[in-house]
């Protein structure tokens, strides 16, 4: 009999269980079994080939139509080609060299149907495009040797594969996992399972593995994502009654320190959302336990300002605050802007006010030796800084607030390495993002954090009108782009220049999407940047911004962009946040396919912040009807920022949106779908707070809590426990 946590090791031949480890990171009996079939294919149904893309690994099912052999060319001998067709009369062929090729030809006979695994290459353009598997594993549906009888069912499951690891291969190390199953604890109770007329898992883990119908699979399917959903809600809800319980030190507001002097100062009202989250805020600092709160909003809602009261409430309180941001530049910035907010405040000393560091990797040694003992002595209540803080040399006399910036450019260790330079207790944790959170995405990531939003602009925001440029069907409308960027300057106004590139392969900076590997490579800063100040632009004063400049270099040209002595700014997504010229009025976004829609989002937020009219133009080559152009478009109906966050969102895999890419592991769902599945994250948060509340330590769900366990005993699981 096995088990759940048995290694695959104990339960199959050891070469199976070496491949399964290696190539798919399977290691136990439970992560086989919940390793699930990526769609069923049927003995009548073939694959739509339409969807292929190079490089990829795929399983196609088709129909051979010709096998045909073909002479070497500049070599002796022949080769086999097989053309395999799918049930829209797409193509695919099949290529064997060698001996591989005379057993080929004695299996792919014309008529016969089957299942072909392999890497997808492409030969051809155009219209003559075609795609090929070299040297497939396959499978034949009527052939009648052993393991035929696993063909015979209705459905035939599908899996996720890899290289020298075929679906077939998946299916029948299930088979013997399955056939020695011993019984399985249910972690769900038998009430729950009743109310949402759930199957229990051996029943729904059988189905989705050997299903007699497609009513099988639904069954199967909607068990296993309650339990994705129920298990991961759960796990946010006990981090979020353990964080209650850790000791913090308060921070209370005063009403004659450094905040009420900055309130006083304060050229313009703060929103009603910003005076609304300001209080909550502020209730939170007050409390002995730690503040884990998202501030989340448009660009350009005001959350600096949020975050700087926040921080002026703490340093009021005698503590620290720091200010976590993922680039130079945007740390650069923050430092100045804050500063410029504060003034004299920001002076220290005499003044009664609070010393603003600025702590990065690129300091000299003096100025890093003087910020780190303001920070260690206390002098600085606020610091500003990049990764350099996270340093075990960098210390706090008393720091009480963490506000991290852009929270999805950080891993999870990173910000967990600044939590501990607390000291003995836990600091107040505000963590700020400029791309708008689907509720469903919040409630399932963030769901140990209380979530703020920042939905009102601020007065004095102007509008900006956003068009796409198809430079490829009509080279004029790129003509007028620089056209109407001069009438702009001319005006008085400035403009930006966005590339997904620096001028180098290594360089790449932008959020590159991958709609065809066969393109040109992507735009860069230097070679757009000479080609229009020699051409189009001619005679403007252009500069250039990019992340591998020097330090002092950056600074002095944001610095002079923000005087106004630099007309127009190339420059690769080191502006994509954090940077404030409210004399910029327009955003050219040059090769704008290759950028995700939220970066797409941020980037124009850049422009219309000073009272003008904002304009964002979108170039690209991509054509009409395009899934990149369809993106595009998509950006330009609207400045809806948490409409735009369920394109993207579509658009990205589930472990990609759960910070998985940043932690270096797998994603724990696996049949989930964060929009698609909104009712069934809504509730289980529900049932699991209400089992949560009657039972915190889970004393009568043993088996529930024996999968908690597991989970957050996986490696897999730690960024979990250190978000």
Same mark, same amino acid.
């Given at each position: 009999?096995?088990?759940?946590?048995?290694?695959?090791?104990?339960?199959?031949?050891?070469?199976?269980?070496?491949?399964?480890?290696?190539?798919?990171?399977?290691?136990?009996?439970?992560?086989?079994?919940?390793?699930?079939?990526?769609?069923?294919?049927?003995?009548?149904?073939?694959?739509?080939?339409?969807?292929?893309?190079?490089?990829?690994?795929?399983?196609?099912?088709?129909?051979?139509?010709?096998?045909?052999?073909?002479?070497?060319?500049?070599?002796?001998?022949?080769?086999?080609?097989?053309?395999?067709?799918?049930?829209?009369?797409?193509?695919?062929?099949?290529?064997?060299?060698?001996?591989?090729?005379?057993?080929?030809?004695?299996?792919?006979?014309?008529?016969?149907?089957?299942?072909?695994?392999?890497?997808?290459?492409?030969?051809?353009?155009?219209?003559?495009?075609?795609?090929?598997?070299?040297?497939?594993?396959?499978?034949?549906?009527?052939?009648?040797?052993?393991?035929?009888?696993?063909?015979?069912?209705?459905?035939?499951?599908?899996?996720?594969?890899?290289?020298?690891?075929?679906?077939?291969?998946?299916?029948?190390?299930?088979?013997?996992?399955?056939?020695?199953?011993?019984?399985?604890?249910?972690?769900?109770?038998?009430?729950?399972?009743?109310?949402?007329?759930?199957?229990?898992?051996?029943?729904?883990?059988?189905?989705?593995?050997?299903?007699?119908?497609?009513?099988?699979?639904?069954?199967?399917?909607?068990?296993?994502?309650?339990?994705?959903?129920?298990?991961?809600?759960?796990?946010?809800?006990?981090?979020?009654?353990?964080?209650?319980?850790?000791?913090?030190?308060?921070?209370?507001?005063?009403?004659?320190?450094?905040?009420?002097?900055?309130?006083?100062?304060?050229?313009?009202?703060?929103?009603?959302?910003?005076?609304?989250?300001?209080?909550?805020?502020?209730?939170?600092?007050?409390?002995?336990?730690?503040?884990?709160?998202?501030?989340?909003?448009?660009?350009?809602?005001?959350?600096?300002?949020?975050?700087?009261?926040?921080?002026?409430?703490?340093?009021?309180?005698?503590?620290?605050?720091?200010?976590?941001?993922?680039?130079?530049?945007?740390?650069?910035?923050?430092?100045?802007?804050?500063?410029?907010?504060?003034?004299?405040?920001?002076?220290?000393?005499?003044?009664?006010?609070?010393?603003?560091?600025?702590?990065?990797?690129?300091?000299?040694?003096?100025?890093?030796?003087?910020?780190?003992?303001?920070?260690?002595?206390?002098?600085?209540?606020?610091?500003?800084?990049?990764?350099?803080?996270?340093?075990?040399?960098?210390?706090?006399?008393?720091?009480?607030?963490?506000?991290?910036?852009?929270?999805?450019?950080?891993?999870?260790?990173?910000?967990?390495?600044?939590?501990?330079?607390?000291?003995?207790?836990?600091?107040?944790?505000?963590?700020?993002?400029?791309?708008?959170?689907?509720?469903?995405?919040?409630?399932?990531?963030?769901?140990?954090?209380?979530?703020?939003?920042?939905?009102?602009?601020?007065?004095?925001?102007?509008?900006?009108?956003?068009?796409?440029?198809?430079?490829?069907?009509?080279?004029?409308?790129?003509?007028?782009?620089?056209?109407?960027?001069?009438?702009?300057?001319?005006?008085?106004?400035?403009?930006?220049?966005?590339?997904?590139?620096?001028?180098?392969?290594?360089?790449?900076?932008?959020?590159?999407?991958?709609?065809?590997?066969?393109?040109?490579?992507?735009?860069?800063?230097?070679?757009?940047?000479?080609?229009?100040?020699?051409?189009? @632009?001619?005679? =403007?004063? #252009?500069?250039? *911004?990019? $992340?591998?400049?020097?330090?002092?270099?950056? %600074? +002095? /040209?944001?610095?002079?962009?923000?005087?106004?002595?630099?007309?127009?700014?190339?420059?690769?997504?080191?502006?994509?946040?954090?940077?404030?010229?409210?004399?910029?009025?327009?955003?050219?976004?040059?090769?704008?396919?290759?950028?995700?829609?939220?970066?797409?989002?941020?980037?124009?937020?850049?422009?219309?912040?000073?009272?003008?009219?904002? @304009?964002?133009? =979108?170039? #690209?080559?991509? *054509?009409? $009807?395009?899934?990149?152009?369809?993106?595009? %478009? +998509? /950006?330009?109906?609207?400045?809806?920022?948490?409409?735009?966050?369920?394109?993207?969102?579509?658009?990205?895999?589930?472990?990609?949106?759960?910070?998985?890419?940043?932690?270096?592991?797998?994603?724990?769902?696996?049949?989930?779908?964060?929009?698609?599945?909104?009712?069934?994250?809504?509730?289980?948060?529900?049932?699991?707070?209400?089992?949560?509340?009657?039972?915190?330590?889970?004393?009568?769900?043993?088996?529930?809590?024996?999968?908690?366990?597991?989970?957050?005993?996986?490696?897999?699981?730690?960024?979990?426990?250190?978000?």
């Amino acid at each position: 009999m096995t088990s759940f946590d048995e290694p695959l090791a104990k339960a199959l031949d050891p070469k199976t269980a070496k491949l399964l480890e290696s190539v798919l990171d399977l290691r136990t009996v439970g992560d086989l079994l919940r390793h699930y079939p990526r769609r069923y294919a049927e003995r009548g149904e073939l694959t739509d080939l339409d969807d292929l893309q190079v490089d990829e690994h795929v399983t196609v099912v088709g129909e051979v139509t010709r096998a045909m052999r073909k002479p070497m060319r500049n070599k002796g001998g022949t080769w086999l080609e097989v053309e395999v067709v799918d049930g829209r009369r797409s193509k695919i062929y099949l290529s064997f060299f060698g001996k591989a090729s005379h057993i080929a030809e004695t299996r792919l006979r014309p008529g016969a149907r089957g299942m072909f695994a392999g890497k997808v290459g492409a030969f051809g353009q155009g219209d003559k495009r075609r795609w090929q598997l070299s040297h497939p594993e396959f499978e034949m549906f009527d052939e009648t040797e052993a393991g035929a009888e696993e063909f015979a069912a209705a459905l035939v499951p599908i899996y996720p594969a890899g290289k020298d690891v075929t679906p077939w291969a998946i299916r029948r190390a299930l088979g013997v996992v399955l056939d020695t199953m011993g019984p399985l604890d249910d972690p769900l109770p038998a009430e729950l399972r009743a109310r949402h007329k759930l199957p229990g898992l051996a029943e729904a883990l059988l189905a989705v593995h050997r299903p007699r119908d497609h009513g099988d699979v639904t069954r199967a399917r909607k068990r296993l994502k309650f339990d994705e959903a129920f298990l991961l809600q759960a796990v946010l809800l006990q981090r979020r009654m353990a964080a209650a319980s850790w000791p913090a030190t308060p921070r209370p507001p005063r009403g004659d320190g450094l905040l009420a002097d900055f309130d006083r100062r304060l050229p313009f009202q703060l929103t009603e959302g910003q005076r609304s989250v300001g209080e909550e805020i502020e209730a939170d600092l007050a409390l002995a336990h730690p503040m884990h709160r998202l501030l989340q909003g448009e660009v350009g809602a005001g959350k600096t300002v949020v975050a700087l009261r926040a921080m002026l409430q703490v340093v009021d309180a005698g503590g620290q605050a720091v200010l976590l941001a993922p680039t130079e530049v945007l740390a650069q910035q923050h430092h100045r802007s804050i500063s410029a907010m504060l003034g004299d405040l920001a002076a220290g000393g005499m003044f009664g006010g609070t010393v603003v560091a600025l702590l990065t990797g690129s300091l000299g040694a003096a100025a890093r030796r003087s910020a780190m003992l303001d920070a260690a002595s206390g002098s600085a209540g606020i610091v500003v800084g990049t990764h350099a803080v996270l340093q075990e040399r960098v210390q706090f006399a008393d720091l009480g607030l963490v506000v991290v910036d852009e929270q999805h450019r950080f891993g999870v260790e990173q910000r967990d390495a600044l939590r501990e330079k607390a000291g003995g207790g836990r600091p107040h944790v505000l963590v700020m993002t400029a791309t708008p959170i689907p509720r469903t995405v919040a409630m399932t990531v963030f769901g140990d954090l209380t979530v703020s939003t920042l939905s009102q602009l601020p007065s004095g925001r102007a509008p900006i009108t956003t068009h796409v440029v198809p430079a490829a069907e009509k080279p004029h409308f790129l003509d007028r782009t620089w056209t109407r960027l001069r009438e702009e300057v001319e005006l008085g106004r400035q403009a930006y220049i966005v590339c997904p590139r620096i001028g180098d392969l290594e360089g790449d900076e932008g959020d590159l999407s991958k709609d065809d590997d066969e393109r040109r490579p992507p735009l860069a800063v230097l070679d757009v940047a000479q080609m229009l100040s020699e051409g189009p @632009l001619h005679g =403007l004063r #252009t500069a250039v *911004l990019h $992340g591998k400049l020097p330090p002092e270099e950056k %600074d +002095a /040209v944001m610095r002079a962009f923000t005087r106004g002595e630099i007309d127009v700014m190339v420059a690769t997504t080191v502006i994509e946040v954090g940077v404030d010229v409210p004399n910029s009025s327009v955003m050219v976004i040059m090769d704008a396919d290759r950028f995700g829609v939220s970066q797409l989002h941020q980037l124009r937020g850049r422009v219309g912040r000073g009272g003008l009219p904002g @304009l964002c133009l =979108l170039v #690209t080559d991509s *054509l009409g $009807g395009t899934p990149a152009r369809q993106r595009l %478009d +998509a /950006v330009a109906a609207t400045l809806d920022g948490f409409e735009l966050s369920r394109v993207d969102l579509e658009q990205r895999r589930e472990g990609d949106v759960l910070g998985v890419a940043q932690s270096g592991r797998r994603s724990s769902l696996k049949m989930l779908q964060l929009l698609r599945d909104e009712d069934v994250i809504h509730a289980a948060r529900q049932d699991a707070e209400a089992m949560l509340t009657a039972d915190p330590e889970l004393a009568e769900h043993a088996v529930l809590r024996m999968e908690i366990d597991r989970l957050l005993a996986d490696e897999r699981a730690e960024y979990l426990e250190k978000t």
